[in-house]
């Protein structure tokens, strides 16, 4: 479909989510919660927040949840009964409001790569029942680098309507898909007609520090570079880059209970642990936290785009603002480039 364009002010914003929420749709924003940002469900439009740079955790759980039930066992009577979690029930109407551009990208990433080979049933019917209402960056800090992974503040990738402040409590909106096509025509009042409006004028300025695809072909001879080894150092293991990180798709599976009664889990998980590779036999391909840490940058910047023709990362620096040894990928990724490239 092609683009539609409109303006909409502050005031009626707030009353066009409250109407989202009136209908019965579930709808999610950024919210502070011991002095931190998350999104977290709406009850009413006054408890979003608008002015923070970046929320401290990605909207990522809304399609991929920490953890999740894949199915669930009971036997009664000797017949054992089985609910696939995947295919049981539907999924109501949802709604993200406020994500960043560089989260709606990591949202529709996240998506194609779950579509790959064996389609993610879960994840699909999330994606399918959800709409995603972002507002582009007038604002950045020193950890942002969207504009060096294809990106940029004002991206509409993965954005079913884009947001612009544009000032004076206006905000300038695209609607992208038929789905923000959908909520704008059933809340027609709110908007106002508009014509083109160049909103590279408002967006925030963010350098590009690096190419993506210079960065792949350097790290494509890196594997048994020295660099790793001192790159390393710092890293802790912990994993909070991966907790984090919107693209992050790696998961364990546990099953729990008993004979009569149980299930199975999908939980979060990270290639730095050290645990995430070992073999039953006490064999670790990964033995060291450099091979891990190597295993990281790889996957995102050279595997992934390799196989898939994505890349595993949208520049939103919450990796670097996370990490207690302070370790920072974008400078990590400029200073391999510059040590490949002598």
């Known amino acids: 479909m092609s683009h539609q364009q409109a303006v909409i002010h502050h005031e009626k914003l707030l009353q066009f989510l409250d109407g989202l929420i009136s209908s019965g749709k579930h709808l999610y924003a950024p919210q502070r919660k011991t002095g931190k940002t998350y999104f977290l469900p709406v009850s009413q439009s006054g408890s979003i927040v608008f002015d923070e740079i970046q929320t401290t955790l990605s909207p990522k759980e809304i399609l991929f949840p920490k953890v999740e039930r894949l199915l669930s066992y009971e036997q009664n009577n000797g017949t054992l009964h089985v609910i696939d979690h995947g295919t049981a029930g539907q999924m109501p109407d949802r709604v993200l409001f406020g994500s960043r551009p560089c989260d709606a990208s990591a949202l529709h990433t996240l998506a194609e790569f779950f579509r790959r080979d064996e389609p993610d049933a879960f994840i699909e019917q999330r994606q399918k029942s959800l709409t995603v209402i972002s507002v582009s960056c007038v604002q950045s800090d020193q950890n942002c680098f969207c504009t060096s992974v294809g990106s940029s503040p004002g991206d509409t990738r993965g954005s079913d309507i884009l947001l612009t402040p544009v000032g004076n409590g206006k905000y300038f909106v695209e609607v992208l898909t038929e789905k923000g096509q959908s909520l704008v025509g059933a809340s027609g009042q709110y908007f106002e007609t508009s014509g083109p409006f160049d909103k590279t004028k408002v967006l925030a300025n963010i350098d590009r520090s690096f190419s993506s695809t210079e960065v792949a072909a350097c790290l494509?001879?890196?594997?048994?570079?020295?660099?790793?080894?001192?790159?390393?150092?710092?890293?802790?293991?912990?994993?909070?880059?991966?907790?984090?990180?919107?693209?992050?798709?790696?998961?364990?599976?546990?099953d729990e209970g008993t004979a009569k009664k149980g299930g199975r889990l999908r939980c979060w998980d990270s290639c730095g642990f050290s645990l995430f590779t070992l073999h039953t036999s006490g064999h670790n391909p990964r033995k060291t936290q450099s091979d891990r840490w190597r295993?990281?940058?790889?996957?995102?910047?050279?595997?992934?785009?390799?196989?898939?023709?994505?890349?595993?990362?949208?520049?939103?620096?919450?990796?670097?603002?996370?990490?207690?040894?302070?370790?920072?990928?974008?400078?990590?990724?400029?200073?391999?480039?510059?040590?490949m490239e002598i």
């Open 220 to 254: 494509s001879k890196s594997f048994d570079h020295p660099f790793w080894n001192d790159a390393s150092l710092r890293c802790l293991g912990c994993g909070a880059c991966a907790y984090v990180c919107p693209v992050c798709s790696c998961f364990d599976i546990q």
């Open 295 to 339: 295993q990281r940058l790889m996957h995102k910047f050279f595997y992934m785009p390799d196989r898939f023709g994505l890349l595993g990362c949208v520049g939103c620096g919450r990796c670097s603002r996370a990490c207690p040894a302070d370790m920072n990928i974008k400078e990590q990724l400029i200073e391999i480039k510059k040590t």
